[in-house]
């Protein structure tokens, strides 16, 4: 006599191991989602700030400085913090895009785009300026002449790609104690523009980082010298 397992063809005992695994990766999904939105609320709360964790959409227009959150479709933030720190206007926040591909046989692939980003107001004048990690394709293009702005610390050109169109500004702010502080952080990107100051990463911040994030944006504002806080 047979088990009851050898009463259902083998296609069928896998297509219910795949949809009982999707559902067992759902359900973690949907609850380690419950866990940030818990852990950034308490985050928050102690920091006196809001917490929204709902998805807003067009958020970008808030922000058309940074194009950044101006990129394929689907965009939305969510789990939005806001508030003051130390004399510092911020909102910090998750961001989502979609952008689509096709494969060789003509199906349409959709590609989720996440990341955590942190915005501070500055009390003076900033001028455009990037500061990001160096990728292959930054190196492959120095090679062809097109570099971008090299500093006295060959760790620090090596670490981050810096671009600015007032390079004279870029030296200015970013001197040998700011260069230190960076290559002791984190290798997120840096973007001036306006009186605003964006700290971003590639992928999604702990609840946990989203203050080492802000405290490290804060410390690069605040050593910006008086000299260079003067408008252009």
Not at 168 to 194: C, K, N, V
Request: charged share 25%; net charge negative.
């Amino acid at each position: 006599m047979g088990s009851v397992m050898d009463s259902f063809p083998l296609p069928f005992l896998l297509f219910g191991g795949f949809l009982a695994l999707v559902i067992i990766l759902g359900i973690h999904g949907h609850l380690q989602e419950k866990k940030r939105r818990e852990e950034l609320a308490r985050f928050a709360l102690a920091r006196q700030w809001t917490f929204d964790p709902d998805r807003v959409s067009g958020y970008d227009a808030h922000y058309l400085e940074f194009d950044f959150l101006d990129r394929g479709s689907n965009r939305y933030a969510h789990n939005i913090l806001a508030g003051t720190h130390n004399g510092y206007s911020l909102t910090a926040f998750d961001y989502h895009y979609e952008t689509h591909s096709t494969d060789s046989k003509g199906r349409r692939r959709t590609h989720h785009h996440r990341f955590s980003v942190a915005i501070l107001e500055a009390h003076f004048d900033l001028r455009p300026l990037v500061i990001r990690p160096e990728g292959l394709f930054d190196k492959l293009s120095a090679a062809f002449g097109w570099d971008d702005i090299d500093f006295e610390s060959a760790e620090f050109s090596r670490r981050y790609h810096v671009s600015s169109p007032d390079r004279r500004w870029a030296y200015d702010i970013i001197h040998q104690r700011t260069m230190e502080l960076l290559l002791g952080a984190p290798a997120y990107e840096f973007h001036f523009s306006g009186r605003r100051l964006a700290v971003r990463s590639a992928g999604r911040w702990e609840p946990w980082e989203f203050g080492k994030s802000i405290d490290l944006g804060v410390a690069v504002l605040d050593g910006i010298p008086e000299f260079a806080r003067q408008p252009a």
